[in-house]
């Protein structure tokens, strides 16, 4: 069985790989250690979770793999591109090719309409309007917001913008997807289908999703789960569920 | 592969922000709108003023041409030294220096005028072809080229110098103007005026002497304009001056010439003398280079730019004050886009940390700014050229000001192509300008700090 495991592991590609990582924030003469020595590797088209209370680094550590804060020691590396030294525009730069963005506020521009809001990264990287409107078109779609599509951002409701939101973070074809409690403002049914979705969409897509939460259950959609703690990995939990998921939902 | 944000998505995103607060656009918009319109229309001012000051000398004569004097010609005294005359070969010098068109010599005789009853004492000035056509005429055309025929030009004003010989009353006397008509009936021209009047009035020993010939000289034309009029060449007469230098042989044959210098001996010189030279440049800015050239070479030259210069002096300090007048609600405005982009950032600080998040270049997050700050300018500019335009207008047509402060009829606002894309180049700079910090401070803001959620 464990055999069988690391010829698994041998066959899947990394696409992140963290090592020794340390964020480490001076507040007065104290040093808060944000992250604290921290170790793993994710593999192409996994569903992760990093799973932790309020104040464990869990944030920080997602900011820092999608090169929105700088790590203070430590090596990350991306799709076998180090980015712990790039520069500020070399991280704009390194997101808009490689990275999609789900945010707990959605983050959708409210003077955007909903295929405008998705079409939008692609724009900063120069395709046109008609391509990019096509490409936005077929991702609503996909996340169901087909009737939805020329409505304002802000006529819509929270379960709808994040759809919007999830269509934004596909449509640049990303080689990762960062989720930042993604759930966080919906109420729960809207939480279930949204999780679904983006279950559903990960496996369809062999997309590699990173979703950060503070709710154990919520974790337990993902392959694989990261339990943090005070800035250290405390536990790494797999979860073979598969077609079990919506299964092990109903039984709690 | 660097991808980034098309130039056209990027302006479609930078009006459309700027869409969003039309109010606040169009205020901003206002400011610069005044601040150009008031630099354009006090720059105007100060070309018209000084467009005027330039019409005013043209109407005084070409303002590219010096005129030479000789140092010697009326210096009969015979100081011991050969006087330098300008002849040929001087007027050839002339012709060799750079920057000068042509050279016109002038060669003025007294003659005395005959119609009806009427007669004028006046000077007849020989002068070239290329002179001739400076003239501008009311009546009649230039004398064919290449005719052989001797004609004549008259300015406007010479009909005021003919008195009636019976009645001896002039028109300075009677303000009546003289029954002369050039054009349609014969003029007689007496040549040799010391035999005229020696005729006329015979000397105390009795004898009287043969009146001289008169000449029947066709009238090519006069000088346009009224008796009111005046202009450079309102109280002469021309005439081709080949033409006239073969009638004056023609009449005195191996007598001397009245008005031509003699040599030591009392002798006339074999050739002609001239009174003065005309000198045309090329440019207006050349006037003084050449003028100077010709003083060294040991002549008295004057041209109207030593006025001129000095006017437009003038005319720079009073340019460089209205200028610095308008500039500086231009600048008020300058301040009014740079506080509109600022609340405009900060208003945006959230979508901005979005759109950095979501991969958005840095450059094109400082660029948009720029560009919503130079398009504010950019229609700034364009109104405030419109409202320019119909200041100028208004001012130009409805209230005659240029008549008042320089008592020369024409536009004393005066707007060229230059000035307008000056004006909207300028308009579109400063607002980039102004907009240039702010865009920094877009560009730098912290994405991390701009989405946190609140």
């Not at chain 2, 005129?67 to 005294?77: I, K, L, R």
């Amino acid at each position: 069985m464990a055999e069988e495991a690391q010829n698994l592991e041998k066959k899947r590609i990394p696409m992140i790989q963290v090592k020794n990582l340390y964020k480490i924030y001076r507040v007065g003469d104290t040093k808060v250690h944000a992250l604290d020595g921290v170790d793993f590797t994710i593999y192409k088209g996994e569903f992760c979770a990093i799973v932790g209370p309020s104040g464990s680094g869990k944030s920080t550590l997602l900011n820092m793999l999608a090169g929105l804060e700088k790590p203070t020691k430590g090596e990350i590396v991306i799709d076998r591109v180090h980015i712990e030294h790039m520069t500020e525009n070399q991280l704009v730069g390194f997101r808009r090719e490689r990275v999609g963005f789900i945010f707990q506020s959605y983050n959708l521009l409210k003077t955007l309409n909903a295929v405008e809001n998705v079409a939008l990264p692609l724009s900063f990287r120069g395709v046109p309007k008609k391509k990019r409107n096509a490409v936005a078109k077929k991702y609503l779609k996909l996340v169901g917001l087909e009737k939805q599509q020329d409505h304002m951002a802000n006529a819509m409701s929270g379960g709808q913008q994040q759809r919007v939101g999830i269509a934004r973070a596909l449509a640049v074809n990303p080689k990762i997807i960062f989720a930042d409690e993604p759930t966080g403002n919906l109420d729960s049914k809207t939480t279930m289908d949204i999780l679904r979705l983006m279950q559903k969409i990960v496996r369809e897509q062999n997309q590699t999703l990173i979703m950060v939460t503070h709710d154990n259950y919520l974790a337990s959609f993902a392959d694989r789960q990261f339990h943090i703690v005070d800035g250290k990995i405390t536990k790494i939990e797999e979860l073979h569920h598969g077609e079990y998921g919506a299964k092990q939902e109903e039984d709690r | 592969m660097i991808r980034t944000m098309r130039f056209l998505d990027l302006l479609a995103m930078s009006v459309n922000n700027l869409r969003r607060r039309k109010l606040r656009t169009a205020l901003t918009v206002l400011g610069v709108v005044i601040g150009v319109a008031s630099v354009v229309v006090m720059v105007s001012l100060g070309l018209g003023l000084n467009g005027l000051m330039l019409d005013m000398y043209a109407s005084y004569g070409s303002m590219t041409a010096i005129t030479v004097y000789s140092n010697g010609f009326y210096d009969a005294s015979g100081s011991g030294t050969e006087p330098q005359y300008l002849t040929d070969e001087v007027v050839d010098q002339f012709e060799r220096l750079g920057h000068v068109t042509s050279v016109s010599p002038v060669l003025s005789t007294n003659v005395i005028l005959k119609q009806g009853a009427y007669e004028a004492s006046c000077s007849v000035r020989g002068v070239s072809r290329e002179y001739m056509e400076q003239i501008p005429l009311g009546e009649g055309s230039l004398p064919e080229p290449g005719s052989d025929e001797l004609q004549f030009i008259y300015g406007n004003n010479v009909i005021t110098w003919f008195s009636n010989g019976r009645r001896g009353s002039s028109y300075g006397d009677t303000g009546e103007l003289p029954d002369v008509d050039y054009m349609n009936r014969p003029m007689f021209v007496i040549f040799d005026t010391n035999a005229y009047y020696s005729s006329q009035y015979p000397s105390a020993d009795g004898e009287q002497s043969k009146p001289p010939k008169k000449y029947l000289i066709p009238t090519a034309g006069v000088v346009e304009g009224t008796v009111d009029d005046y202009n450079n060449y309102s109280y002469s007469v021309y005439a081709d001056i080949e033409l006239l230098k073969t009638q004056l042989k023609l009449i005195y044959k191996k007598d001397p010439i009245p008005g031509q210098p003699t040599n030591q001996k009392g002798k006339p010189y074999p050739y002609f003398i001239y009174n003065s030279v005309m000198v045309f440049v090329d440019d207006m800015d050349n006037v003084t280079t050449v003028q100077k050239q010709i003083s060294d070479m040991g002549f008295q030259a004057s041209s109207q730019m030593e006025w001129i210069e000095q006017s437009q002096q003038t005319y720079d300090i009073i340019q460089l004050v209205l200028g610095g007048i308008g500039a500086v609600s231009l600048f008020v405005a300058a301040i009014g886009i740079a506080n509109t982009m600022m609340m405009s950032i900060y208003e945006r600080t959230k979508e901005i940390g979005i759109i950095k998040v979501l991969g958005c270049d840095l450059g094109t997050i400082r660029n948009m700014f720029l560009l919503e700050s130079g398009f504010i300018g950019f229609m700034g500019g364009v109104m405030g050229l419109v409202i320019s335009y119909i200041i100028s207008f208004v001012m130009n047509n409805f209230l005659g000001i240029g008549q008042v402060l320089m008592g020369v009829a024409g536009d004393i606002s005066r707007i060229p192509l230059w000035l307008s894309a000056a004006a909207v180049v300028f308009a579109i700079f400063v607002g980039m300008a102004a907009g240039f910090f702010p865009s920094l401070r877009a560009m730098h803001l912290s994405a991390l700090s701009a989405i946190r959620n609140e």
